[in-house]
């Protein structure tokens, strides 16, 4: 009875790499201090210039990560970095968002929290791809039973609907970008080595297959999307009104017709404050009407 195609689901394609870090480097310098006041860094003073002030420095100067091909952030919520930046100088706006872990993550596996704090000298990037092109994931219903879990598919990469492989090569170019920031953090002595994905995997073409093997949907959304009439895939109208139906609504994360930007939080809020609105006006639209009809009745009587 149910089982049709309810929406798109889309997700913004995330990939992680591991590495051991000298840890004698790190010392005695906290991230709150290593990582301050970045935006007014100087030019490194010579050979005795702290390490970080160096790193820093060179990503702001070069041209693949300063002015509009990116932005470096100091992160304040367990993540030691963050970088803004377009995969390619032709991108209208910034489509990854690369931040760096203190310790081993994977992915949202089971048991992952436990893995990220047992390792004290491994440190991790993860490469966000946000924006997709791919709009082929789907959510169906598997029966009429509520409880019943529904019918989840991804469709990444091959199988989905981004023909151009856009959405592949900008994770391709996020990922060689870190570990060009990993092989002069190794000269330096910060890093001691990759253990993933490791030095057997250099070319594109490895780099591809890994992403394909380790690449998890982050965020995903937009099953249930906000549309106009004559939209076939529009699930809610403006209202957040499931359509065809009477007194249900969706306020939550798969009303966005695309992803919003890297991290969907905030504008979760905010379609949040928009339904309230939206609920109390139209309840106190029907309590008028209620008011008006008995009042009609009564002075008819």
Known sequence: MFKRNIGTLLFAAAVTLAATTAQAQFA???????????????????????????????????????????????????????????????????????????GFFRGYVPGYSKEFERFHNQFTWAILKARTNNTAGRVTLRSANPWDTPNIEFKYFAEGNDKSGEDLEAVVKGVEFVRDMNRRLQKLGIIANEVKPGPGWQTEDETREFIRNEAWGHHASCSNKIGADNDSMAVLDSRFRVRGTQGLRVVDASVFPRIPGYFIVSSVYMISEKAVDVIVEDAEQKSRMARTQWASQRASS
């Open 28 to 102: 005695g310098t906290p991230a709150q201090s290593t990582f301050r006041d970045t935006s007014m860094l100087k030019p490194p003073a010579g050979p005795g210039t702290p390490w970080e002030q160096t790193i820093l420095w060179r990503f702001k100067t070069e041209e693949d990560g300063a002015g509009p091909y990116g932005a470096l952030l100091i992160q304040p919520n367990g993540a030691l970095i963050g970088i803004i930046k377009r995969s390619t100088p032709d991108k209208k706006e910034p489509d990854l968002y690369i931040f760096g872990l203190p």
